[in-house]
């Protein structure tokens, strides 16, 4: 799906172009909802994974779960502000109502130690998130608590139930534990493996007294009854101890699949790691009992999951997680799925990108310093419809884009929509052409994240910013552009030399 990333109707006599609005979609389609949250206005239920320390780029491990309320199926886009270098963001598609939990994907890099508010947003609905940065290097900071019930029984802890004799554990099995925090910062807290089981779980902690660390475990429970577990952690003076009880391995199930509307969550790359990811399906169980579903093995990805279903003619959902992989190759792989107990099979269609291009320039000068833009830069085009008050009809639109490296915020785009025929070798186009139906979009984000940006306003004349495209053929487009570039505060960037030679997707 394209984004036409700066294009906001506002339903009125002009049109009003904003940066911060640049992956809003002007297809048909979007999803509804709100995201779920308490109270206080804090996302609710929320799963916050990974470490975050100053200085270090935020990579597969780093993100945030939240739950929506999908109204109206269609496609998403939901994302946080960005604050102190870094920011969570998610799209993609939702084809089931209901609850459904979204996965954010953390990019950038944290500046500083300190605690950040994030602001999640989707449709009209907004909730917060907590994250703590730690330092780095010898200016990290190690997480100073205690498991509340140390030295005997943690005290509170509870259990997912859902832990069977012989089968798999998922991330869906978990202990939760209580912990009271002194200190701020990253934690990791292990336990000892016992009837083939054992817990982890490793974050950052903020100040506060009886907070829920989520425990995950791994492997497979091999008898039935309870067991005892002690907790090791980062401060070796703090140690509990907890009970698990595995219940008997039940009969295996009966039930047969529907892939019919099947939901993917992650993001799927080649050559990216695909752990975390994971697919719902629908299964019908006749009889209730065990099942333990996978696929065969595409682009170097399996997809597999286990657990007890209860007997029921509604259809049940069911999570496959996804191989670490990575992904051998971008395209679209067929998955069949199996499984015991299972009538018949059925078949998941998943399309993995290809890998971040980094073919091409994307380049500018402001004063003496020349910006260059080839870490992941590309220029692709696409048809838009045109909503109201622009003309019926489609729009040509270019994308432009790249980022100055991995990790930075320093990135910079162009959009240009307008009307047919499509663009030919040496046109020039400006952001005072609404009058003509031509629409540009530049912004440029520099490596503290302020956006300076020039875009088509339909009520007022805009500092001048032009683009020339050179050549465009099926699979190349090269060009130049020079102008003014402004902030929220008012201030200037002047643009010169800019210059792109990219391959068009």
């Known amino acids: 799906m394209k984004y036409l990333r700066f294009l906001v109707l506002f339903l009125s006599a002009t049109m009003v172009f904003t940066a ?37 780029l935020l990579n597969a491990t780093n993100y945030v779960d939240v739950q929506v309320n999908i109204v109206n199926t269609g496609a998403y886009v939901i994302k946080t502000d960005t604050i102190n270098g870094y920011s969570f963001s998610a799209s993609g598609s939702v084809a089931v109502a209901g609850l459904n939990t979204i996965r954010l994907l ?13 602001t999640v947003k989707f449709d009209t609905s907004s909730c917060q998130i907590n994250v703590i940065v730690t330092g780095t290097g010898g200016g990290s900071t190690t997480a100073v608590y205690t498991l509340v019930g140390t030295p005997t029984t943690c005290t ?84 509990c101890g907890f009970s698990l009880t595995v219940q008997a391995a039940p009969t295996p199930a009966t039930y047969s699949f529907d892939c019919s509307t099947p939901q993917f969550f992650g993001t ?15 299964i019908t169980s006749t009889a209730g009992g065990s099942y333990s579903i996978s696929s065969n093995t595409q682009n170097n990805v399996t997809f597999s999951g286990s657990g007890v279903l209860a007997a029921s003619p509604t259809p049940q959902n069911v999570t496959l997680y996804a191989s670490a992989g990575p992904a051998s190759a971008a395209g679209t792989f067929t998955y069949t799925i199996t ?23 994307l380049s500018f000068n402001i004063g003496s310093v020349t910006k260059t833009f080839n870490f992941i830069n590309s220029a692709d085009t696409s048809v838009v419809a ?5 003309p019926p009809g489609n729009f040509f639109l270019l994308s432009i884009n790249g980022d100055a490296a991995a990790g930075s915020q320093e990135s ?13 070798n040496g046109s020039t ?47 190349n487009v090269t060009g130049t552009f020079t102008g003014a570039v402004k902030n929220t505060a008012g201030a200037t960037l002047q643009i010169t030399n800019g210059a792109f030679n990219l391959p068009l997707q």
């Open 386 to 390: 045109a909503p109201p008050p622009l």
């Open 106 to 118: 953390g990019s950038g890099r944290p500046v500083a130690p300190s605690l950040d508010v994030f």
């Open 20 to 56: 911060c609005q640049k992956e809003l979609s002007l297809e048909l389609g979007l999803a509804t909802g709100s995201l779920k949250s308490d109270t206080n206005g804090d996302c609710l239920p929320v799963l916050i994974n990974g470490t975050y320390q100053k200085d270090t």
């Open 339 to 361: 499984g015991t107990g299972g009538t018949g099979t059925c078949s998941l269609n998943q399309t993995y990108s290809s890998a971040p291009s980094t073919n091409g320039t």
């Open 156 to 239: 509170g802890a509870t259990q997912s139930n859902n832990f069977y004799a012989t089968i798999q554990t998922t991330p869906a099995n978990f202990v939760d534990v209580k912990v009271d925090v002194t200190t701020a910062g990253t934690y990791t807290i292990t336990s000892s493996t016992v009837n083939g089981v054992s817990f982890s779980s490793t974050g950052n902690l903020s100040v506060g007294t009886n907070q829920t660390i989520r425990l995950l475990a791994s492997g497979t429970p091999t008898a039935a009854g309870p067991f005892q577990y002690a907790l090791n952690t980062t401060t070796p003076a703090s140690n």
């Open 429 to 475: 186009y400006n952001v005072n052409q609404f009058a003509q139906f031509i629409l540009l979009d530049v912004a440029y984000t520099d490596n503290t994240g302020i956006d300076y940006t020039a875009t088509t306003d339909g009520s007022i004349q805009t500092m001048p910013f032009s683009v020339t495209i050179n050549t465009i053929t099926a699979t």
């Open 412 to 424: 910079f785009y162009i959009d240009i929509a307008k009307q047919a025929p499509y663009f030919i």
């Open 268 to 282: 799927y790359q080649a050559g990216s790691s695909t752990a975390g990811d994971s697919v719902i399906i629908s």
